[in-house]
């Protein structure tokens, strides 16, 4: 195992195998790694529901196996690389984390730091593990290593920029474009700690103020920003739609697989015209 941080001993396997519906037979090897970031990103959406709402999202292991593997939900990157950082350690991988600047929509490539993913070696190569990136992100790892590639439906590459950073990239019909930069500087626990006061707090967070819903599916990706629905599909150019308020509080279940109580549903209502959820 890892260092003990990570909490391998303390991870549910089998019920985190059932939620993300991967076969129970897992090892330390990239066939293994790439099936359960397959399944983890079919299964677990992007969601920042409790953050929109007010309320804390805790980082420790038992809220978020709670939040995510009893109660159906999704979460932000820090609550699903938590999990998924125990799952690792238990089955016997040696990864660290690190953080990474998001350049979507801004193109910005100096903006906070905010998204955290894992960093797998293996056979002598180090392997981008990145299950929360939402819609938008990797489908199963990648080499770090510059001029990197992933093949498939929904292509990726990375290029390594000249002051060292590395650069996710989508390989899209009109060109590559921007996902994010990233080095391999070793972050810890505490450091999601920081980041997520940042994501729930900060007047500048894009996560705080209105609804942020992703998933991948293999032939489908969808992004819900308030009220605005965006759809890509294999092959195709994205549509987007408005949603009214009745589609908009069905969207997490309906499209992004969130099991929601009923609270939750009253609770989202509720901030219609007050939080900049679009309802």
């Excluded at 990474?100 to 490539?109: C, D, I, P």
């Excluded at 939402?134 to 199963?140: C, F, M, P, V």
């Excluded at 990233?182 to 894009?206: A, G, I, M, Q």
């Excluded at 705080?208 to 819900?224: E, I, K, S």
Aim: aromatic fraction near 8%; charge should be negative; charged fraction near 25%.
């Amino acid at each position: 195992m890892t260092d003990s941080m990570w909490q391998g001993d303390g991870v549910d396997l089998d019920a985190y195998l059932s939620r993300v519906g991967h076969p129970a037979d897992v090892a330390p090897d990239l066939a293994t790694l790439r099936s359960l970031h397959a399944a983890h990103v079919r299964a677990i959406a992007f969601e920042n529901i409790d953050a929109v709402l007010g309320r804390p999202v805790p980082l420790d292991l038992a809220a978020v196996q709670d939040k995510i593997l009893r109660r159906g939900r999704g979460g932000w990157c820090m609550e699903q690389v938590v999990l998924v950082a125990a799952v690792l350690d238990q089955i016997g991988f040696t990864f660290t984390a690190l953080a990474a600047r998001s350049r979507v929509r801004t193109g910005h490539t100096t903006g906070p730091a905010v998204h955290v993913a894992l960093c797998v070696e293996l056979d002598g190569e180090r392997w981008l593990f990145d299950i929360s990136f939402g819609a938008y992100g990797l489908h199963e790892p990648i080499r770090i290593a510059d001029s990197a590639r992933l093949d498939g439906d929904w292509p990726f590459d990375m290029v390594r920029e000249p002051h060292g950073e590395y650069v996710l990239r989508s390989i899209r019909p009109q060109g590559p474009v921007d996902l994010y930069g990233f080095t391999t500087d070793v972050r810890y626990p505490s450091d999601f700690e920081l980041l997520n006061h940042f994501c729930l707090s900060h007047p500048r967070s894009p996560f705080n103020h209105r609804l942020v819903l992703q998933r991948t599916q293999p032939d489908v990706r969808h992004v819900l920003i308030g009220n605005a629905l965006t759809e890509m599909r294999v092959g195709e150019p994205p549509t987007q739609r408005e949603f009214d308020e009745n589609e908009t509080l069905s969207a997490p279940e309906k499209i992004f697989g969130i099991t929601m109580e009923p609270d939750d549903v009253q609770a989202l209502k509720a901030t219609s015209g007050t939080t900049g959820t679009g309802l």
